[in-house]
């Protein structure tokens, strides 16, 4: 299964330091070579998304494993929105050219 929306607002967390992943809406099951590829539009969470989802609609457990780190971001940035202030068209072109989420200087 492919998450597809690994972020904060997608992290449960209970007592005994038990955190969980919820809202599977967009989740998919991936087939033969591990891959899932989108073929219907629909809005998707672009400033959590990796390239190879964004450009080629293409989702793996690496694309995950990319929207996990954009998590990791909003953790370590207390809650902040990746690319703030950016429309969806700049964090697109932004992410074509490699100009990625910098690591905040406090941490």
């Not at 904060?8 to 087939?31: M, P, Q, T």
Request: charged content about 25%; hydrophobic content about 40%.
């Amino acid at each position: 299964i492919v998450h597809r929306d690994v972020a904060a607002r997608n992290v449960l967390l209970f007592d005994r330091h038990i955190v969980k992943i919820s809202d599977f809406g967009l989740a998919r099951k991936i087939g033969q070579g591990d891959v899932y590829e989108r073929t219907r539009k629909g809005l998707l969470p672009i400033r959590w998304m990796s390239p190879e989802s964004l450009f080629y609609n293409q989702f793996t457990e690496k694309s995950d494993v990319w929207s996990y780190g954009v998590l990791l971001w909003e953790l370590i940035t207390l809650g902040s929105t990746p690319y703030p202030g950016l429309d969806a068209n700049t964090v697109l072109e932004k992410i074509r050219e490699r100009d990625l989420l910098v690591c905040p200087p406090h941490s």
